[in-house]
Nanobody
Framework: QVQLVESGGGLVQAGGSLRLSCAAS????????MGWFRQAPGKEREFVAA????????HYADSVKGRFTISRDNAKNTVYLEMTSLKPEDTAIYYC???????????????WGQGTQVTVSS
């Protein structure tokens, strides 16, 4: 079992930045692919970014490429999402998730945090 706790969400103006953190416990994240997903009101949960546990390679949704950066600190068992040039359409609840294989598909992830709200005002 992996327990995940997100933090760092909040209210920010368009063009601003936020850094989300996801603290894991139970198992080392070095053995897992760690992903960030988001869900806006009335919309399905969507992939944002992922970091492969096996290679450390990173993958991004086209909508955030060049603006968001996923990183991990295996020693702290923590994964981060650095978000810059934020837009109102980035407003959503952001979830951290873990899976033992490489995937960007929301249905494949086994472990989920409770989510943290990000609101971008125009």
């Amino acid at each position: 079992q992996v327990q995940l706790v997100e933090s760092g969400g909040g209210l920010v103006q368009a063009g601003g930045s936020l850094r989300l953190s996801c603290a894991a416990s139970g198992r080392p994240i070095s053995r897992h692919t760690m992903g960030w997903f988001r869900q806006a009101p009335g919309k399905e949960r969507e992939f944002v970014a992922a970091s492969w546990g096996s290679t450390g390679s990173t993958h991004y949704a086209d909508s955030v490429k060049g603006r968001f950066t996923i990183s991990r600190d295996n020693a702290k068992n923590t994964v981060y999402l650095e978000m810059t040039s934020l837009k109102p359409e980035d407003t959503a609840i952001y979830y951290c998730a873990a899976v033992s294989r490489s995937s960007v598909h929301v249905g494949n992830y086994d472990y989920w945090g409770q989510g943290t709200q990000v609101t971008v005002s125009s």
